[in-house]
């Protein structure tokens, strides 16, 4: 196969299993219509995913290694918790450094419907790891 005929095959593959991991219209979107996280969930998806990872919304933007990673990669919700002060500060900003996210992607109640549904379903794949007491030897 010459190459860009290889690279169109591959294309059409990517795409067809896109088209099923998307399913039903929803694009993997798991919050339920009649959840009150619902409008922010679609809101995320919308105007979010391209940059951040976060399952429950099938959305995988953040570099899932040092090698595909991209300047516009954010931070991954499935580990990383955020309450709701952080996700309204950082859609104000731009992010926490204010230097490459967009600012107000999202506005008013569109932003606060973000922000609740975010720090409710964020970090919930972060690890848990109960830490062991260690007793240092004081002087
Ligand atoms: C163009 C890519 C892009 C888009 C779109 C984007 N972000 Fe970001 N976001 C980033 C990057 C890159 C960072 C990390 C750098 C920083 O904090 O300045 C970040 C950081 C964040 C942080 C801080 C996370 C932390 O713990 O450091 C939050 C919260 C956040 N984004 C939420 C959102 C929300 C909510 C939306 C949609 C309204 C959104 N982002 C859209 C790229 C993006």
Do not use: W
């Not at 009150?36 to 099938?58: E, I, K, N, Q």
Request: net charge positive; proline share 4%; glycine share 10%.
């Amino acid at each position: 196969m010459r190459a860009h005929t290889k690279t169109a095959a591959t294309a059409a593959a990517l795409l067809a299993s896109a088209a099923l991991a998307g399913g039903c219209g929803s694009q993997g979107l798991k919050v339920a219509k009649s959840s009150p996280y619902h409008r922010g969930a679609v809101l995320f998806r919308d105007h979010c995913s391209g940059c951040h990872t976060l399952s429950v919304v099938g959305a995988q933007g953040s570099a899932t290694s040092i090698k595909n990673r991209v300047r516009t990669a954010g931070p991954n919700f499935n580990i990383r918790k955020e309450n709701v002060e952080q996700v309204l500060y950082a859609i104000r900003n731009g992010g926490f450094s204010g230097a490459i996210m967009p600012e107000n992607v999202v506005l008013g109640d569109d932003a606060r419907a973000v922000a609740a549904f975010l720090a409710t379903y964020s970090g919930r794949q972060a690890q848990h790891v109960t830490s062991v007491p260690i007793t240092l030897p004081t002087k």
